[in-house]
């Protein structure tokens, strides 16, 4: 076993178990960190693969900007972690079990699409760069894959704002259209009015001052 072999199971190990403490672990903010430590695994692989631009992007995207707003969102929100874990361990064994079906299920399709035992890293000719290599893979040999991925990408997006913007009697909405019609004169109204200054009263304060001596005598 070369060097290359062994990490490459390390770092398996440690995608495996940090992916297992994500959907275990009982406070949200350790998940996330868990998928961090996740991400951070699976850049490791990728460059054993020497695939640098993938590598590189797993970390710059998914850690520093998407993991970032997930901490942001999970701190901000009080979510009752003991509500959303009743059941977890009754459940487990059923869920393991579909989890393992689903894994042997991929690995056999894989094994029979790539028809490999060795994994070849993704190398080109000398001095071309790993980002211009995996372009001319993505748009030669996956061409219709990539646009069929960003047809059903778009669908989803749509579905997000239809979804969003449907009118609901419990939630109150803005209509942008009466926004824009709005004017000054409709919204604001300026009346003049002259400047009145109040006098202190000086005849209240007299009775005052000369009840005190009448009170010591």
């Given at each position: 076993?070369d060097?290359?072999?062994?990490l490459?199971?390390?770092?398996?190990?440690?995608?495996?178990?940090?992916?297992?403490?994500?959907?275990?672990?009982?406070?949200?903010?350790?998940?996330?960190?868990?998928?961090?430590?996740?991400?951070?695994?699976?850049?490791?692989?990728?460059m054993?693969?020497?695939?640098?631009?993938?590598?590189?992007?797993?970390?710059?995207?998914?850690?520093?900007?998407?993991?970032?707003?997930?901490?942001?969102?999970?701190?901000?929100?009080?979510?009752?972690?003991?509500?959303?874990?009743?059941?977890?361990?009754?459940?487990?064994?059923?869920?393991?079990?579909?989890?393992?079906?689903?894994?042997?299920?991929?690995?056999?399709?894989?094994?029979?699409?790539?028809?490999?035992?060795?994994?070849?890293?993704?190398?080109?000719?000398?001095?071309?760069?790993?980002?211009?290599?995996?372009?001319?893979?993505?748009?030669?040999?996956?061409?219709?894959?990539?646009?069929?991925?960003?047809?059903?990408?778009?669908?989803?997006?749509?579905?997000?704002?239809?979804?969003?913007?449907?009118?609901?009697?419990?939630?109150?909405g803005?209509?942008?259209?009466?926004?824009?019609?709005?004017?000054?004169?409709?919204?604001?109204?300026?009346?003049?009015?002259?400047?009145?200054?109040?006098?202190?009263?000086?005849?209240?304060?007299?009775?005052?001052?000369?009840?005190?001596?009448?009170g010591?005598?």
């Amino acid at each position: 076993m070369d060097t290359t072999t062994a990490l490459f199971y390390v770092f398996s190990a440690v995608l495996l178990l940090s992916a297992f403490r994500v959907i275990t672990a009982n406070s949200p903010v350790h998940s996330a960190l868990f998928l961090v430590l996740s991400f951070f695994s699976a850049s490791c692989i990728w460059m054993l693969l020497h695939a640098e631009f993938l590598a590189i992007s797993l970390v710059l995207v998914y850690v520093g900007a998407v993991m970032v707003l997930f901490l942001f969102v999970v701190m901000m929100l009080d979510i009752n972690i003991e509500v959303l874990k009743q059941g977890f361990w009754k459940h487990f064994p059923v869920a393991a079990l579909v989890g393992v079906v689903i894994a042997l299920e991929m690995a056999w399709v894989l094994q029979r699409g790539f028809n490999t035992s060795v994994v070849k890293p993704m190398e080109g000719p000398v001095g071309m760069p790993n980002t211009k290599l995996l372009g001319i893979e993505l748009y030669t040999d996956y061409l219709y894959p990539l646009e069929i991925a960003a047809v059903l990408l778009l669908v989803a997006i749509i579905s997000a704002i239809a979804l969003t913007l449907r009118r609901r009697k419990d939630v109150r909405g803005q209509n942008p259209s009466e926004q824009v019609k709005a004017k000054k004169a409709d919204r604001l109204r300026i009346v003049k009015m002259d400047a009145v200054r109040e006098v202190a009263s000086v005849s209240a304060a007299a009775p005052a001052a000369d009840a005190a001596p009448k009170g010591k005598a």
